[in-house]
């Protein structure tokens, strides 16, 4: 997971006006077009440095997408290693030595558990995002459609032939239909 608090190189309690400050100082450092007459190795690493820049400036300058983006860096600084030490970091600011946690769990069981719980994250992400809600509204009011339909022509048969079935209905229709061909 990428820090996009590193990626400006501001603190977790940055204002939205330091962190478009950070964003444009950066963008202006890295952006492709001030590039473009150098070497290519120097042109990518500015474009995936510049790419780096703008999402990490739209997710932290977007006050929802930076409390979600906050919600799971939480959460995941708990499980992953720090650059520095090697280290498990964890809320209660004791150091993980890969033996255990207790209770018999060990860093195995938390990089399974880390997998399971980033593509629940990503699940969830997915199952949120407005296209999908749009998608899964869309579908409702179709299938509501469709039951609406169904149920409104079995309410018209009742309304419009009292006392008779529709498998009573179809059973006459047959014998009529083979009275006629046999006469």
Do not use: C
Request: aromatic share 12%.
């Amino acid at each position: 997971m990428v820090d996009h608090y590193r990626v400006l190189g501001v603190n977790r309690n940055a204002t939205k006006q330091e962190v478009k400050e950070a964003f444009r100082r950066l963008a202006v450092k890295y952006h492709p077009d001030k590039h473009a007459q150098s070497p290519d190795h120097v042109r990518l690493n500015a474009t995936v440095r510049f790419k780096l820049v703008s999402e990490a400036y739209e997710v932290l300058n977007d006050d929802r997408k930076r409390a979600s983006y906050n919600a799971v860096g939480d959460s995941d600084r708990f499980r992953r290693r720090t650059d520095g030490g090697g280290s498990y970091s964890n809320p209660y600011g004791t150091r993980g030595s890969g033996y255990g946690y207790g209770y018999g769990y060990s860093a195995r069981n938390s990089r399974q558990a880390s997998s399971f719980s980033s593509g629940f994250e990503s699940t969830f992400r997915y199952l949120t995002t407005h296209a999908f809600l749009l998608n899964l509204a869309l579908a409702g009011g179709i299938l509501f459609a469709f039951t609406a339909i169904d149920s409104s022509g079995e309410t018209l048969w009742k309304m419009r032939n009292s006392g008779k079935s529709f498998e009573e209905a179809m059973d006459s229709l047959e014998k009529t239909k083979a009275h006629k061909d046999e006469g």
